[in-house]
């Protein structure tokens, strides 16, 4: 009911509160309770009491939309209010108008402040001039009510403010976020794939006197570039929602088809897994997939054709990645290398509350390992 509510124009949402000022008057109980600042005599309901009654009334529908516009027509409305002597508790309009003012306002609420205060001003001196007892005390008091209604109606702009601002820090930080993650994405697609074409295109220069195997190469690039493109697709579905089912979310179990494509880029992997992955841990299986892809492409672009070694052991609270790759190959001169792929896979890692390191080791090879908590991936 609330959502719904608040769907409805603001004009549709405060003109519940013009009707029911506009009819409080007539309702008998409430005839005496309205505001009385001069002490004029009292004055039966005539013509120009329900004009004065719709001044005061009828605005307050735009008190949000107009609040400039809603503030000065209840004024008028009150004057006639009181200097007639009709008293009539629409008056209480005036306050809820000057609080819409403050916290509606988008400029000049000092002009609007000054502009209200000095007909206030000239209203307390046409009461009294009218014989009124109230005094200065009385119309001070009054003018002091008034302020502090101005005073709540700022804080709540204030308030209003502040929401808004923080609304859109959140926005801006998920935004970047969100940045972050698909960068990272494509980076581990992209540079794995694309490394992989590298080095299998590389050494197809070298099979021109063998047909069989050269053919075998191409192949091999052939199937890597529409790995590339499916990948691709399926980030760009993340940009897209609409446009398709949404992108596949890679696992453990799409380890051996990795290896397995690595290897036709010549790279001899030997893989290894120990254990059994845990239900209901999709982060961490992801995590350990990007670790083991990013590994590969590292050894393919710095050590290809070196043995390489993937462990990756599923234990009832871890799971942890190991990646050795001698330092006996050669380098790729054709691809390039940055340091982007490892520090977002320490960041992937890290908000799992896992670790990982990389390094070389005393024997030459360089290695690569993770812990991921498995609990709380998921």
Request: hydrophobic letters at 45%; one cysteine or more; charged letters at 20%.
């Amino acid at each position: 009911m609330s959502a719904a509510w608040q769907r409805y124009d603001v004009t549709r949402r405060d003109l519940p509160l013009a009707v029911a000022v506009a009819l409080a008057p007539f309702v008998p109980a409430l005839h005496t309770q309205g505001t009385r600042l001069g002490g004029v005599p009292d004055r039966p309901v005539d013509a120009l009491a329900l004009v004065a009654i719709a001044l005061q009334s009828a605005p307050l529908a735009v008190r949000r939309r107009w609040p400039a516009v809603c503030l000065a027509l209840v004024s008028v409305g009150f004057a006639v209010d009181q200097l007639r002597g009709y008293h009539t508790v629409a008056g209480v309009a005036l306050p809820v108008a000057v609080l819409s003012a403050a916290a509606h306002l988008e400029h000049h609420r000092r002009t609007t402040m000054v502009v209200a205060s000095g007909a206030y001003a000239a209203l307390a001196v046409a009461l009294d001039r009218r014989g009124s007892g109230e005094g200065v005390a009385g119309f001070v008091t009054f003018y002091l009510f008034l302020a502090v209604a101005w005073g709540v109606g700022a804080w709540l702009r204030q308030t209003r403010a502040v929401e808004v601002a923080r609304r859109q820090r959140v926005a801006e930080t998920t935004r970047a976020a969100e940045r972050t993650r698909l960068a990272r994405e494509l980076h581990d697609v992209v540079t794995h794939h694309v490394t992989a074409m590298v080095v299998q295109a590389e050494a197809a220069r070298y099979l021109t006197a063998d047909p069989g195997r050269l053919d075998q190469t191409l192949t091999a690039v052939t199937d890597t570039g529409r790995r590339a493109i499916s990948d691709l697709r399926q980030l760009l579905d993340v940009l897209d929602p609409d446009h398709g089912p949404g992108p596949r979310t890679p696992t453990v179990g799409d380890l051996d088809d990795l290896v397995e494509q690595t290897r036709r880029s010549g790279q001899p992997v030997e893989y290894v897994e120990e254990g059994r992955p845990a239900q209901n841990a999709v982060a961490a299986h992801v995590a350990v997939y990007r670790v083991v892809q990013e590994s590969l492409t590292n050894a393919l672009k710095h050590a290809h054709g070196s043995r390489t070694v993937v462990r990756v052991h599923h234990g009832a609270a871890d799971i942890t990645v190991e990646v050795s790759t001698d330092g006996s190959g050669a380098p790729t001169a054709a691809v390039g290398g940055s340091e982007r792929g490892l520090a977002g896979l320490r960041e992937r890692v890290g908000l799992l509350g896992g670790e990982l390191s990389a390094g070389r080791q005393p024997g030459g090879a360089f290695v690569v390992r993770a812990r991921i908590p498995a609990a709380g991936a998921s």
